[in-house]
């Protein structure tokens, strides 16, 4: 289980840390990878600050990575702001503290408002979660 900053570190040096200073600021820190052909993925190393009253990751921090996540590729594509209009998460698995949990992020559908997204959750090769959601292209931010 991580209690260091080094045991938080990603799996290699192909992630690099997001600089996010509001929420994520807080349960954090958040790492990127680029991957060729596909939206960037994100991750973060599972920390005791995550552990639910089971003792693995608090469903809520995986929720929060696959929002976060999905939203910041549809932030890049659109090239502004972007809104969360619905989203919705499907728990397949646990994922352990020291764990590196990862988002692999895909747009399904865009039209000229919206984004459509869907993404799995994965810590190594199992999928611990599956997210959906729909993000609006905003003209400015609110």
Do not use: C
Request: proline share 6%; glycine share 12%; net charge neutral.
């Amino acid at each position: 289980m991580p209690d260091s900053a080094h045991d938080l570190l990603p799996p290699d040096d192909l992630w690099i840390p997001l600089d996010d200073t509001g929420f994520i600021g807080h349960v954090g820190p958040i790492y990127s990878r680029d991957v060729e052909g596909q939206p960037q993925w994100i991750g973060f190393r599972a920390a005791e600050y995550h552990r639910n009253l089971n003792g693995v990751v608090q469903g809520g921090m995986l929720m929060t990575l696959a929002d976060r996540g999905m939203g910041r590729i549809a932030r890049v594509t659109h090239g502004g702001p972007i809104a969360t209009v619905s989203f919705s998460y499907d728990f397949l698995g646990a994922a352990r503290l020291g764990s590196f949990i990862e988002l692999h992020p895909k747009i399904t559908h865009e039209t000229k408002g919206l984004f459509f997204m869907e993404a799995r959750v994965m810590v190594g090769d199992d999928a611990i979660g599956k997210a959906n959601g729909t993000w609006k292209k905003l003209r400015a931010k609110p």
